[in-house]
């Protein structure tokens, strides 16, 4: 059936009708009357019309029975009217009007004008027509003809009174076409919103009730039903009170404030919701929960930690993991965990082996960006040709061999989160002026695009080196220095806090003593050799000497132990490896070092530069320097 239908409560209506309707492509007309158009519009309902158009008593009839649908009533134009009023004028002046609301208003002010006496009655239905007449001839008023719709028609002809019928032109059906067309595309824009909320209502991961504001339930969606395990053939139209007892809809209701974050039991599941008043022109309406398994949220923050751990952009250590109890330790870690509080860029510096990457990883996790990434970044181990590619990304076919798909870098790998550049005193000069507009503006150009990518991250720089100095010397920009040094943070060498090494030292025998399934402990006078050496290594000496320890002894650490492994002219009162005499400068001293250590791993580089805590980039410069001077 077409869209609109047209009610025609009179064989002179429908005529009208059908000639206005020969216009339009999605109108229909049909001939009833009251109750029996009743029945004519629920079969037009189930054929999925959309709009009703009809007049008089019809129309208010199908307004009250099927409100489903919406009714345009045909209006009685004045043209309309004074027609029928001149008809009537022949059988007399007394004429009286019999209808509904919108054929009488005000219709008696024409009498006057007119010179005629006009009489009216605006009737609830037929029955109450019916009284009015029999009352009307019962008092002898003279009555010369009666006009109105069908109903006053069909009382007229019954009391043998001359009737004329209120006719309706063609332009008033016509307008009440196009007032429908109107209505029903507005209504087909609603039920699209409509459906496509519902849609979207239906296949979200979130629960979601809401309640009017006699407590009953408006909406409850499919996640809803399966977040809180409950079965139903339908909830709309209940009270909320008859699911479940616990949703707080009510009492934010009442109290018109929302409640957010709250950890609820629904049903039989343990939530996470948010409920909010629907408040409609200042008024409270009724209220709405939104809520998730908190079994599922858990669910997806681990399935999100382990894509994090994919790419290593998790931090694992916290302060609580930083072993140290002395005076200086205790200091760097109050200063850190105030750093933590506030966004700044933070510069720690220490020799290597301090554990200055522990520290950055402790301050993120301890940040409001902890459930961010953080990326951790050696300068001085990535070349400086790929160093620019590797932080900021790159285009598709930014240069050759680049990923056909280009690469996001580094830098918006860490957006939301704390990015670390561990050894950011070995980034190429040329370099810098880019890192400085990531600081100053907090925005990226991948390599080979226009694009501009602002990111939000922290940022954590870290340096063994003296970064004043590089500046002196050209080889480090100041502008970019003195935006890296914001808030400082110095980590102490092992030599400064040797009340810690005995803490230090039996913590890594345990992990170690486990790690190769041994049972290995440390003597008193081991201990006391360990304190009374000065660590150039600091903790990443100490670690991998500890090791060494473990695996060649099988019950107790001795003292003997310690000078056999580190040789007996490493270990020596003045509490250095090598003191060479005859060395001219510290520089030799460290070269003999370099090269000692070297020789102790067979040369190889990898674990020479572990033990010595530089990266092996750094070691191969080192020693590609010593070779050029011996020359």
Same mark, same amino acid.
């Given at each position: 059936?077409?869209?609109?239908?047209?009610?025609?409560?009179?064989?002179?209506?429908?005529?009208?009708?059908?000639?206005?309707?020969?216009?339009?492509?999605?109108?229909?007309?049909?001939?009833?009357?009251?109750?029996?158009?009743?029945?004519?519009?629920?079969?037009?309902?189930?054929?999925?019309?959309?709009?009703?158009?009809?007049?008089?008593?019809?129309?208010?009839?199908?307004?009250?029975?099927?409100?489903?649908?919406?009714?345009?009533?045909?209006?009685?134009?004045?043209?309309?009217?004074?027609?029928?009023?001149?008809?009537?004028?022949?059988?007399?002046?007394?004429?009286?009007?019999?209808?509904?609301?919108?054929?009488?208003?005000?219709?008696?002010?024409?009498?006057?004008?007119?010179?005629?006496?006009?009489?009216?009655?605006?009737?609830?239905?037929?029955?109450?027509?019916?009284?009015?007449?029999?009352? $009307? &001839?019962?008092?002898? /008023?003279?009555?010369?003809? =009666? *006009? +109105?719709?069908? %109903?006053?028609?069909?009382? !007229?002809?019954?009391?043998?009174?001359?009737?004329?019928?209120?006719?309706?032109?063609?332009?008033?059906?016509?307008?009440?076409?196009?007032?429908?067309?109107?209505?029903?595309?507005?209504?087909?824009?609603?039920?699209?919103?409509?459906?496509?909320?519902?849609?979207?209502?239906?296949?979200?991961?979130?629960?979601?009730?809401?309640?009017?504001?006699?407590?009953?339930?408006?909406?409850?969606?499919?996640?809803?039903?399966?977040?809180?395990?409950?079965?139903?053939?339908?909830?709309?139209?209940?009270?909320?009170?008859?699911?479940?007892?616990?949703?707080? $809809? &009510?009492?934010?209701? /009442?109290?018109?404030?929302? =409640? *957010? +974050?709250?950890? %609820?039991?629904?049903?039989? !599941?343990?939530?996470?919701?948010?409920?909010?008043?629907?408040?409609?022109?200042?008024?409270?309406?009724?209220?709405?929960?939104?809520?998730?398994?908190?079994?599922?949220?858990?669910?997806?923050?681990?399935?999100?930690?382990?894509?994090?751990?994919?790419?290593?952009?998790?931090?694992?250590?916290?302060?609580?993991?930083?072993?140290?109890?002395?005076?200086?330790?205790?200091?760097?870690?109050?200063?850190?965990?105030?750093?933590?509080?506030?966004?700044?860029?933070?510069?720690?510096?220490?020799?290597?082996?301090?554990?200055?990457?522990?520290?950055?990883?402790? &301050?993120?996790?301890?940040?409001?960006?902890?459930?961010?990434?953080?990326?951790?970044?050696?300068?001085?181990?990535?070349?400086?040709?790929?160093?620019?590619?590797?932080?900021?990304?790159?285009?598709?076919?930014?240069?050759?061999?680049?990923?056909?798909?280009?690469?996001?870098?580094?830098?918006?790998?860490?957006?939301?989160?704390?990015?670390?550049?561990?050894?950011?005193?070995?980034?190429?000069?040329?370099?810098?002026?880019?890192?400085?507009?990531?600081?100053?503006?907090?925005?990226?150009?991948?390599?080979?695009?226009?694009?501009?990518?602002?990111?939000?991250?922290?940022?954590?720089?870290?340096?063994?080196?003296?970064?004043?100095?590089?500046?002196?010397?050209?080889?480090?920009?100041?502008?970019?220095?003195?935006?890296?040094?914001?808030?400082?943070?110095?980590?102490?060498?092992?030599?400064?806090?040797?009340?810690?090494?005995?803490?230090?030292?039996?913590?890594?025998?345990?992990?170690?003593?486990?790690?190769?399934?041994?049972?290995?402990?440390?003597?008193?006078?081991?201990?006391?050799?360990?304190?009374?050496?000065?660590?150039?290594?600091?903790?990443?000496?100490?670690?991998?000497?500890?090791?060494?320890?473990?695996?060649?002894?099988?019950?107790?650490?001795?003292?003997?132990?310690?000078?056999?492994?580190?040789?007996?002219?490493?270990?020596?009162?003045?509490?250095?490896?090598?003191?060479?005499?005859?060395?001219?400068?510290?520089?030799?001293?460290?070269?003999?070092?370099?090269?000692?250590?070297?020789?102790?791993?067979?040369?190889?580089?990898?674990?020479?530069?572990?033990?010595?805590?530089?990266?092996?980039?750094?070691?191969?410069?080192?020693?590609?320097?010593?070779?050029?001077?011996?020359?």
């Amino acid at each position: 059936m077409k869209p609109i239908l047209i009610v025609a409560p009179h064989t002179k209506i429908e005529y009208t009708a059908r000639k206005a309707a020969d216009n339009y492509d999605d109108v229909t007309v049909k001939l009833a009357l009251l109750d029996s158009a009743i029945e004519v519009v629920k079969e037009a309902e189930k054929n999925e019309v959309e709009v009703i158009i009809s007049r008089g008593g019809t129309a208010n009839l199908i307004k009250k029975t099927v409100p489903s649908i919406p009714v345009i009533e045909i209006k009685v134009s004045p043209y309309d009217l004074l027609n029928a009023i001149n008809i009537a004028k022949k059988y007399g002046k007394n004429i009286y009007i019999i209808g509904f609301k919108n054929v009488i208003d005000h219709v008696q002010l024409l009498g006057p004008i007119l010179d005629i006496n006009i009489n009216t009655y605006q009737m609830e239905n037929e029955e109450d027509g019916k009284r009015y007449i029999r009352n $009307l &001839i019962n008092s002898g /008023e003279k009555v010369d003809s =009666i *006009l +109105g719709g069908t %109903l006053a028609e069909n009382l !007229a002809l019954e009391y043998n009174i001359p009737t004329v019928f209120l006719e309706t032109s063609t332009a008033a059906i016509d307008t009440s076409i196009k007032e429908a067309k109107r209505i029903l595309k507005a209504t087909r824009n609603e039920k699209e919103k409509s459906e496509r909320f519902k849609s979207i209502l239906q296949y979200i991961n979130e629960g979601v009730i809401s309640i009017d504001s006699d407590g009953k339930i408006t909406t409850f969606n499919s996640a809803a039903r399966k977040i809180m395990n409950i079965s139903g053939k339908e909830f709309i139209g209940l009270t909320i009170n008859e699911i479940t007892s616990n949703t707080k $809809l &009510i009492e934010v209701m /009442e109290e018109n404030k929302p =409640i *957010l +974050g709250q950890i %609820l039991i629904m049903g039989k !599941a343990q939530v996470l919701a948010n409920i909010l008043p629907i408040v409609i022109k200042d008024k409270t309406v009724g209220a709405v929960a939104t809520f998730q398994d908190i079994s599922k949220i858990q669910e997806y923050e681990q399935r999100i930690r382990a894509k994090l751990l994919d790419k290593g952009h998790v931090a694992k250590y916290s302060f609580s993991d930083i072993i140290g109890n002395s005076e200086a330790m205790v200091k760097a870690i109050e200063k850190a965990k105030k750093y933590a509080d506030n966004n700044g860029t933070i510069l720690i510096t220490g020799e290597s082996g301090t554990g200055k990457e522990m520290f950055a990883q402790s &301050i993120h996790k301890e940040s409001p960006r902890k459930n961010g990434p953080f990326v951790a970044v050696n300068c001085a181990a990535i070349p400086k040709t790929l160093l620019e590619s590797e932080l900021f990304g790159y285009e598709e076919g930014a240069f050759t061999g680049a990923k056909r798909a280009g690469k996001s870098g580094l830098f918006a790998e860490a957006h939301g989160g704390t990015i670390f550049l561990d050894e950011i005193g070995e980034i190429d000069i040329e370099v810098q002026p880019r890192l400085l507009r990531v600081l100053q503006e907090r925005e990226i150009r991948p390599v080979g695009s226009t694009k501009i990518i602002p990111i939000d991250i922290r940022i954590i720089a870290a340096t063994n080196k003296n970064l004043l100095e590089q500046v002196e010397q050209g080889a480090f920009r100041s502008d970019l220095y003195y935006r890296l040094n914001i808030l400082k943070l110095k980590i102490p060498a092992l030599r400064n806090r040797k009340d810690d090494i005995e803490l230090l030292s039996k913590y890594f025998v345990n992990k170690i003593s486990a790690k190769y399934n041994k049972d290995v402990k440390l003597s008193s006078k081991a201990i006391n050799k360990l304190k009374i050496y000065d660590w150039p290594g600091n903790i990443r000496e100490l670690e991998n000497v500890i090791e060494s320890l473990v695996v060649l002894c099988d019950d107790i650490i001795t003292e003997d132990d310690f000078e056999e492994l580190m040789d007996h002219e490493q270990v020596n009162e003045q509490n250095n490896f090598f003191i060479d005499e005859n060395a001219e400068t510290l520089e030799d001293i460290k070269k003999k070092y370099i090269l000692k250590i070297l020789s102790q791993c067979d040369n190889n580089q990898t674990l020479a530069a572990e033990i010595l805590g530089i990266s092996r980039t750094h070691l191969w410069r080192l020693l590609n320097n010593y070779h050029d001077n011996s020359n």
